[in-house]
């Protein structure tokens, strides 16, 4: 048999703990793919801000058009008023 040095021995040591280590990091992120435990806990909270921030979009465009919608009546109603389209309604003051 051959007899291999301390220097030779050592450096195949670390060749086997460096392949077992890259084996059961591998092995790990198969085993966690494959279960996708931990895809759909990030998945489940992606969708959660996704739905927060849409929540907060949609309120913010209905603040918007609510806003804008009571513009537009105040203009009908001014334009109501200047022109006593108002139904016989005299409490409504006429604007120049």
Not at 55 to 61: H, I, S, V
Not at 75 to 94: D, E
Request: glycine share 2%; with cysteine.
């Amino acid at each position: 048999m051959v007899a291999l040095g301390s220097d030779a021995l050592i450096a195949i040591v670390v060749i086997i703990v460096i392949i077992v280590v890259i084996v059961v990091i591998v092995l790990i992120c198969c085993l966690c793919r494959k279960c996708n435990q931990c895809a759909r806990w990030s998945r489940r909270k992606a969708y959660a801000r996704e739905d927060e921030q849409h929540e907060r979009q949609k309120t913010e465009r209905k603040r918007q058009f609510d806003e804008a919608q009571v513009e537009r009546e105040e203009v009908r109603n001014q334009i109501r008023a200047k022109y006593n389209l108002n139904n016989g309604k005299m409490n409504v003051a006429v604007i120049p």
